[in-house]
């Protein structure tokens, strides 16, 4: 793969996909590997983004001595993992599966190199099995077994020069960088704008750090004045500066992937925003900006060309950069194998579970050292951790499902008092047990809380429309909340305003009024004078494709919401269809209290939105058609709760 377009699709896969903060509530970090089970997964995103995949082994160690983890688990994840391979033997008397049982249950302490020298020299670990100890030393000498290597493998020239010369070029390039496309990606927090904006990061930055000026960011930036005039006297766009970088940093076409996936997990943070603001422009608090990836990556691999030339002259290194990465690569350790006591360590420890003695280790000829050793080797630390989280999870998911199989549901025996439709996230759950506990005869259910309601949403005292929906979709639909005329008459404009006023004084000087004020604000924050415009309607929205829904369209939505539900022959009179959200002042991580079904924002619009069409006589005789009768008497109400103070809040009453 050459294209440099296909390349840059690869490298978004692995960028996180979180949006702007306005909207950013959860994010999965295994998006990029979620083809995969769990387990292997997180073993490979680990690895890619240099994180641990499971929890260290002395937590799961731990749990096993409270019992948290029990031994039929541990039991369970063998079995599963050996897949029939367990009563094969590894040496005689020994077999596969009481090895890995053994190793799992005690583990193997960490050592090698020079704290295994010191532990070996300097303590009494091996004191009372110094014979042991030889001859496992002489078994590994004995074993062809090919370890894996100690050392890992450097891809970014930065890396190598760290470990080589302890020059690190990050330390120049990243506060230009992130200077940069901070202000180049702003909302208007900055004092002024930057300019150049209009003609994306790449055509932006030319302009910007083209001229002599730049070489105040530092000596290395000298370089960074030829380089973005080269581009410029070349009539290269973004794509094709990447490619000249690649070739000038002698990056082989079948390197170029995962360089360029490196390079852009550097900063992970600003390269995924980079990404959502190209991809999904709508996320965008205020203004949206032309930004692509590959601008970014331009940009990057830019400044990081310049750096590497004066880390380069510092070091003393001679020839042309595309030479670099060899150059270092020969200054530098070759990669490590370990040595005979690293082999021989994991070996000492099993043979001592396993109950083998020194003559019984000395005795195994070079065919039997081997499988010895690459068993052991298969269970090394990462396997333990597995397995063991395996059996932690398999614990606490049998406790649900036996507390599942003794619950004995009761059928309510006459219509509920009311019933209420919460989201799944798990704030709404306490809400639900208590209301239920407090008064039997109410019923809840819950459900993804944008109630299948994707779309952009505009408030009436809101400057833009927001998208409330799960993060994942694009919604296609345009709903505002709409004066209604009949009640807008009931507050003047000007007392609604200094009754706004009030309310903001109050909230900032006597903020222990909080919830008065909070209802203050709600009164007057347009619901009991407005109404959402859901029906369609022809035009163009300012976001989305079409301007509210058909009848059919908020059919499918009420029947996709109420018949897995399971509510069908048993509605109440009244049924709440309640979203969620969070109030805090000055926090700007507010969105991660919000509703994550309504991708950071909160979920009364939808709710609102919901029993606007479950109410509607059209919509009824639609559900109608399909079987789902909604009674005339049973009436649907949107509302909103505080998970901050447990506040509701009804509208449309």
Known sequence: MTDIGDLVDHVAHVLPEQGPIGVFI???????????????AVVRAGRRLGCEPFLPEDFYREELRKGRIGHREVDAALDEMLAGRGGEAVLEGVTRRELWRLLLLHGIPEARGARLSWLVNETDVIEDHGDLWQACLLAAGES??????????????????????????????????????????DQGLARWPMPGRERGIYGCFQSLYGGSNVRRCGEWAGDLVDLVADDRSAGRDAAASVARSLEDLGVPPAERQEFLENEALCLRGWAGMVRQFETRPDRAPVLALPARLVDYLAVQLLLSRAALRHAMQLARIEGPLSELRTKLQARGPAPGSPSDADRAWPMFHAAQLCGLSADRVAALTAEEATAFEAEVAQIDGLMRRRLLHVAYERRLRHRFYDAVLQNVPHPPARRPAFQAMFCIDDREESFRRHLEEVEPDVETFSTAGFFGVAMYFRAAHAAHARPLCPVAIKPEHYVAEVADTRMASQITTPV?????????????????????VSRLQHALS???????????????????????????EMADIVHGQLAPLGIAGRFARLVLVLGHGSTSLNNPQESAYDCGACGGGRGGPNGRAFAQMANDPRVRARLAERGLRIPEDTWFVGGQRNSANNDVDLYDE
């Open 26 to 40: 959860h994010h999965n970090t295994l998006h990029a590997w979620e083809d995969q089970r769990f387990e292997d």
């Open 496 to 516: 609604r305003a200094a009754l706004r006023m009030m309310a903001l004084v109050l909230r900032v000087l006597f903020p222990w009024l909080h919830r008065n």
């Open 526 to 552: 347009g619901h009991a004078g407005a109404r959402l415009q859901i029906d369609r309607e022809n035009g163009t929205p300012p976001l989305g494709e079409r301007i509210g829904f058909t009848v059919d």
């Open 144 to 185: 062809s077994h090919a370890p894996t290597s100690l050392t890992p493998t450097r891809r970014r020239h930065r890396d190598l020069l760290v470990a080589t010369c302890d020059i690190d070029p990050d330390e120049w390039t990243r506060p230009v960088q992130i200077r940069f496309i901070g202000a180049y990606l």
